[in-house]
């Protein structure tokens, strides 16, 4: 989810809750202690030098059971970031204390934001020695008349 989307929901709802994958929800009196962006300058394991930008929003849980968020001060904290950082329109990661620090990604259902799951991915498979996954083709879906060519992906 972009910084943008983020925002219109915000200005659409009256309430924030923040869904865990587990199911869980983060507590009602978190916080949002930092809105900014993280840039990650790094070589991929085939040597390709690589650049990734992504606003990053940090959700902790403090011992004040009396505080709730509401979506016009966390709107209030993104305008600030943007006009004082430069924040673009890039997609969101949040981090929150788990066991240890916890990435998620970003998503909204409708009522709540969802935190979503993130992967690991080998960015050079081809330079790795790693297969590519071949398509999966129902034997029921080829005609009588279809004819498997080389790299046509049927055989």
């Known amino acids: 989810m972009k910084l943008s989307q983020v925002k219109s929901i915000l200005n659409n709802v009256k309430t924030l809750a923040f869904q865990l994958p587990d199911g869980s929800l983060v507590p ?4 949002v202690t930092e809105v900014g962006k993280i840039t990650k300058h790094f070589i991929d394991c085939g040597g390709t030098v690589r650049k990734e930008d992504v606003i990053n929003f940090q959700l902790w ?3 004040d059971y009396d505080h709730r968020l509401h979506p016009e001060k966390l ?3 993104i305008e600030l970031s943007e006009k004082i950082i430069g924040l673009d329109d890039l997609e969101i990661e949040v981090e929150f204390q788990g066991v240890t ?3 998620f990604g970003l998503d909204h259902d409708g009522i709540q934001f ?3 799951t993130k992967q690991t991915d080998c960015l050079a498979k081809d330079s790795c020695g ?3 996954e071949k398509t999966k083709i129902e ?3 080829i005609t009588e008349n279809a004819v ?3 790299g046509g992906g049927c055989c």
């Not at 009602?28 to 916080?31: E, G, P």
């Open 139 to 141: 034997l029921s879906n």
């Open 148 to 150: 498997c060519t080389p």
């Open 61 to 63: 849980s403090a011992a």
């Open 114 to 116: 969802l935190l979503t």
């Open 130 to 132: 790693i297969p590519v």
């Open 101 to 103: 620090i916890q990435k």
């Open 75 to 77: 709107l209030h904290i």
């Open 28 to 31: 009602n009196n978190f916080h």
